[in-house]
Every structure is written in C-alpha cells, then in structure tokens.
C-alpha cells in the first residue's frame, strides 16, 4: 500500500512545485511589464542612492535614527543640487550642439570652407600633413564630415530629450520619489534579495563585496574622473576662448571612460585650433592646462581607485565599458563593470562549490 502511494505523493509534490514556479514565473513577468516604462528612472534613482549612502548614513545618525527625515532631506539634496544643474546643463549643451552644427554647416555650404582651411596653414601643419599615412588622406573632409556628424548627432539626441519635457518631468518625479524610498527603505530591500539568492552565506557576502567595491571604482575612478576631466575641458575652452565650450566639454567626458586617448582627443586639437588661428598664447596656455588639470590627475587617480578596490583586469574593464555603453546607454557606463565583476565571483563560487568538490 505504502509503495502505491509514494508515487502519488512525489506526482502531487512536483505538481505543486511546478505550478508555484509557473505561477511566479508570470507574476515575475507582469511585473517587469508594470517596472519597464520606468526603468531608467529607477536605475537613476538606484545609483544615485548607492553613490550617496554614506552620506545618509552620517545624516541618520546625526538626526538620531530619523530615517524618514533623512531621506526627505537627501532627496530635496539632490534634487537642488544634482538634478537642476544637470538638467541646465543639458539644456545648454542641446544650445551650444544646435549652435555648432549650424556654423559646420553653414562653413560648408556658404563656400567659406577653403578661406578657413587656408587660414591654418603654416610650415607646422605642412609638415604634420605631409607625413606618409596622411599624405593620401583627406583631412580637410575627414574632419569636417567628423565635426557635422558629431554636432548633428547631439543636437539631434539631446533636442528630442529637450522636446519631451512631459515625459522628462514624469521621470524626475519617479526618480524622486523613488530615491526617498530607497533612501528610507533600501536595506530592508537589500536583505530581502540577498535571503532570495541560493548561495551560502559565505558566497552571498562576497558576492556583496564585489558589488559594493565595483560600484565604488567604477563611480570614483571612472565615472566622477570622466565628468571631472569633462569640466576642466570645458573651463579650459572657456577661459581661453575656444569655441563651443560646453560641448567639448561634454565631448571630452565621454572620450575620457576610452583607455587610450581620453580627454587629449580634445584639449589637444582645441589648443592646436588656437594656435593655428593666431591666438598664439591661448593656445599654448590650453595645451598646459590640458596637461595639468585634465590628462595628470586621470592617469594617477583611475588606476589607483579601481585597481585596489574593484581588481578588475584593464582589458575586460574596458570591455565592460565600451560594451555597456552600447548596450545600456550611459547607464551601461556602471553595469557593464559591475556585469563583469559578477561574473567573475559566480565563477569563483562554481569552481569552489562544484568543480573542485568533483576533483
């Protein structure tokens, strides 16, 4: 009797089993349908938390465990001071991208193009054209096809961000609300996942560990680095008169995550610029400026913070960056290392759980 009924047992319990996870499976799925049109805001909102927990905490406890009132003053924060300059930022940004693409256009259509071009000459830029790999070149075209597609290209992006100010507004009010939650309740959130996660306990605190220490180079020595090199550029370009400031300051951000190059691929042709046109001085000035306040601190700040925190090989850094920026837009400029860093202690975990137990 006892072994008829075994089987129907195990079939009434795999049954049950199977249908939880259908069930949750769905529910998984309409969930994600229900988060989806507002994941970048909670992304944004989700950053921005990690990146300021310290700082809340020392808030919390400086208001004696008012966790409610901190997270309201954080939120108001960084609302004031974070999200109204971006946005005014980006606003002048979408300014400066319409205004150079216009002058690169109306240089090339106006005829104006070679009275320009002969301006620059001299026995310093003849000599650079006439090395062999550039001799056969058309840098005249190279650079102002490069320069129309650059500025038509952010004036394009950022003009549509800009156009679609309702749905702007709806997503800096999700990412505001959201980041008073996260402040308020993100610990509880994060115990919750970490009891979800199959693993020892062991391997969920080192999993924990990679993630926070990612998180911190990757926001310390890359993000922050990147946007600090940014606004030296574009304080350089203003100071010294070179055009459209802010876009290449914008410009050398972005060229600033690549490990070869950077910021130079900016500050560098904008003096070259300056000295070709006669401002002499300017030029020279840019160039060390450049030197000093941009490409020096990157290349011993960078790999001092992410090479002691996060020990993430230079190659698949860079991997994850390039990647992430395809992938997940600015965002990916994170998720891409954290994607990474990841991966690596879930193959730590299989070679310690599973390939040496079998050995």
């Known amino acids: 009797m006892n072994n008829d009924q075994t089987p129907s047992y195990m079939t009434r319990r795999r049954l049950g089993t199977l249908a939880f996870f259908v069930v949750l499976i769905f529910l998984l799925y309409q969930m994600a349908l229900l988060v989806t049109p507002f994941a970048s805001a909670l992304l944004w909102a989700a950053v921005l938390t990690l990146a300021l927990q310290p700082l809340y905490k020392h808030l919390v406890h400086a208001l004696k465990g008012r966790a409610g009132l901190a997270a309201i003053i954080m939120t108001l924060a960084t609302a004031l001071l974070v999200v109204g300059p971006a946005i005014a930022l980006l606003a002048m940004l979408a300014a400066q991208a319409a205004d150079l693409y216009q002058w690169a256009s109306g240089l090339v259509q106006s005829g104006q193009l070679a009275n320009a071009w002969s301006r620059f000459s001299n026995p310093l830029l003849e000599k650079i054209l006439g090395v062999p790999f550039l001799a056969d ?67 969920k605190q080192a999993i924990a560990g990679k993630f926070r220490d990612t998180f911190n180079a990757v926001i310390n020595g890359v993000f922050l680095i990147a946007l600090l090199q940014g606004l030296m550029t574009g304080i350089g370009f203003a100071l010294f008169r070179a055009p459209f400031p802010v876009v290449w300051g914008f410009v050398a951000a972005v060229l600033a995550l690549l490990p070869l190059g950077g910021a130079a691929l900016v500050w560098l042709p904008g003096a070259l610029y300056l000295y070709l046109t006669g401002t002499t001085t300017a030029g020279v000035l840019l160039a060390l400026w450049g030197v000093v306040f941009v490409t020096l601190p990157d290349n011993f700040l960078k790999p001092l913070i992410i090479g002691r925190k ?50």
């Not at 999700?174 to 939650?181: A, N, P, R």
């Not at 837009?329 to 860093?341: D, N, Q, R, Y």
């Open 310 to 359: 996060a020990k993430i090989p230079s190659f698949f850094l860079f991997l994850g960056i390039l990647g992430g920026l395809q992938v997940y837009g600015v965002l990916g400029i994170l998720f891409g290392p954290l994607v990474v860093t990841l991966l690596s202690a879930l193959g730590r975990i299989y070679r310690e759980e599973y390939a040496e137990k079998q050995d």
């Open 137 to 203: 070149l058309d840098v005249k075209g190279v650079l102002i096809k490069g320069l129309g597609d650059v500025s038509s290209g952010m004036a394009s992006q950022l003009g549509t961000v800009l156009k679609n100010t309702l749905i702007l507004a709806v997503d800096l009010l999700i990412m505001l609300i959201s980041l008073f939650f996260f402040f308020r309740d993100g610990a509880g959130y994060y115990r919750s996942m970490m009891e979800l996660l199959p693993f020892a306990t062991g391997h």
